[in-house]
C-alpha cells in the first residue's frame, strides 16, 4: 500500500470527519495528485464515483485536508479530524445547453447535475454524487466512527473553512451523522 508523503504529526482520538469534493472528474489522477509529494495536499480516503476507495494516509497521522479550518472552538483540523475526498468536479458551468467544470471545462452529463446553488456561491449548478459513492461513504463512515467513538460529527470542508470552501456542495451531510 502506498501512502501520501503529505502527512504530518500524530492524529489520536480525532473529533471530526470531514468531507471534500476534489474538484476533479477522474478517481486515478486525483488519487495520482494526492499521493504526490509535490501536490502538498492528502486525505486519509479517497472515494471514487464507481464507490471504488483509496486509504491514502494512515489513521494516525494528520492528512493535510483542512487547511486553515476551525470548528467548535478547534483551530486546524488537520489535528482532529479524519478527511474524505469524494470525486466531483463540483461547481458547473452551463454553456450552449451542456454542462461544464467550471475549473477545468470537461463535459459533465446533464443526469449529473444538481440545479440549486448555497447562498454564498456565484455558481448555480453543480456536479451531484453517485449512490455507489454514497454507500461508500456511508460505510466508511459508519466504520471510522466505529474505530473511533472519539468522532462527534461529520462536517464539510465548507463548516470548518467557510470563507475559503463551498465543499461537499451539494451534498447534506446531516444524513451521515
Known amino acids: 500500500m502506498t501512502f501520501s ?4 504529526g500524530i492524529l489520536k482520538d480525532p473529533k471530526f470527519i470531514v468531507a471534500h469534493y476534489t474538484a476533479s472528474g477522474n478517481f486515478i489522477t486525483t488519487r495520482d495528485r ?3 509529494k509535490e501536490s502538498k495536499v492528502s486525505a486519509h480516503y479517497l472515494i471514487g464515483r464507481a464507490g471504488e476507495i483509496a486509504q491514502l494516509v ?3 497521522k494528520c492528512a ?3 487547511g486553515e ?4 472552538g478547534y483551530k486546524g483540523l488537520n489535528k482532529y479530524s479524519i478527511g474524505i475526498e469524494l470525486v466531483s468536479f463540483g461547481p458547473l458551468v452551463l454553456k450552449d445547453g451542456k454542462f461544464y467544470s467550471a475549473e477545468y471545462g470537461t463535459e ?3 443526469n449529473e447535475v444538481h440545479d440549486g446553488a448555497p447562498s454564498t456561491s456565484t455558481y448555480r449548478y453543480w456536479q451531484t454524487f453517485t449512490e455507489p459513492q454514497l454507500a461508500q461513504l456511508r460505510a466508511t463512515i459508519d466504520e471510522l466512527k466505529r474505530l473511533y ?3 462527534t460529527e ?3 470542508h465548507r463548516d470548518c473553512a467557510p470563507k475559503r470552501k463551498q465543499d461537499p456542495w451539494p451534498l447534506d451531510l446531516s444524513a451521515f451523522q
Open 5 to 8: 508523503p503529505n502527512c504530518s
Open 34 to 36: 494526492l499521493l504526490n
Open 58 to 60: 494512515p489513521l494516525n
Open 108 to 110: 459533465v452529463p446533464a
Open 154 to 156: 461529520v462536517i464539510g
Open 69 to 72: 479550518s476551525e470548528w467548535k
Open 64 to 66: 493535510w485536508h483542512a
Open 149 to 151: 467513538p472519539s468522532i
